[in-house]
Structures are given as structure tokens and as C-alpha cells.
């Protein structure tokens, strides 16, 4: 199993059970066949850039070894959702 990093906006307009959901949902998906070793929400903070025509966004970080099959489904499922505005998966190189 590889480090990587996974950063991703959730939408600031969506309700609190809602962005809960989605980070559980997320979690779910790395823990299965993954291993998460740090995960941050950060919180909500103004955008650098109107996105979609979001101007914030709830950032979440997570620092997490997994295998490129879990990597590809966490690209899947992130592509298709419509509460993620943005996100970058990266191996992590410390």
C-alpha cells in the first residue's frame, strides 16, 4: 500500500447531516481496503475563485494508505457527486 493525500470541497449550501453523510460516505470507501491515518475537517473557508458559482466551500484533508484499486474508486464516486465541488488525489511523498 502506497501514502496518499485526498483533498476535497464540499459545498457550503448543502445542511450539516448532509456534509457529515458525505464524509462518512468517503471514509467508507477508504476503509475499504485502505487504512486512514490522519483526517482534518477544516471547515468552511471563502474560495480564491468563484467555482460553479460557489464562492465557499467546506475543505476536508485526509491522509490515508490504500491500493490503486481504492484510489480508482475514490476517483469514481468523487467525479459523480454533486456535493463535491472540487478534489485532488496525490501520493504523498513525507
Known amino acids: 500500500m502506497r501514502k496518499y493525500e485526498v483533498m476535497y470541497i ?4 448543502i445542511e450539516q447531516e448532509a ?7 468517503f471514509q467508507g470507501i477508504i476503509n475499504n481496503g485502505g487504512e486512514i491515518t490522519k483526517h482534518d475537517v ?4 471563502r474560495l480564491a475563485y468563484e467555482i460553479n ?6 475543505y476536508v484533508l485526509v491522509n490515508f494508505n490504500a491500493t490503486n ?7 469514481r464516486v468523487m467525479k459523480i457527486s454533486d456535493e463535491i465541488i472540487r ?8
Do not use: H, W
Not at 42 to 45: D, E, F, L, T, V
Not at 53 to 58: A, W
Open 87 to 94: 478534489y485532488l488525489i496525490v501520493k504523498d511523498v513525507a
Open 10 to 13: 464540499i459545498r457550503s449550501d
Open 69 to 75: 484499486e481504492v484510489i480508482a474508486e475514490l476517483d
Open 53 to 58: 458559482k460557489f464562492r465557499d466551500g467546506i
Open 42 to 45: 477544516m471547515g468552511k473557508r
Open 19 to 25: 456534509v457529515q453523510a458525505t464524509i462518512e460516505k
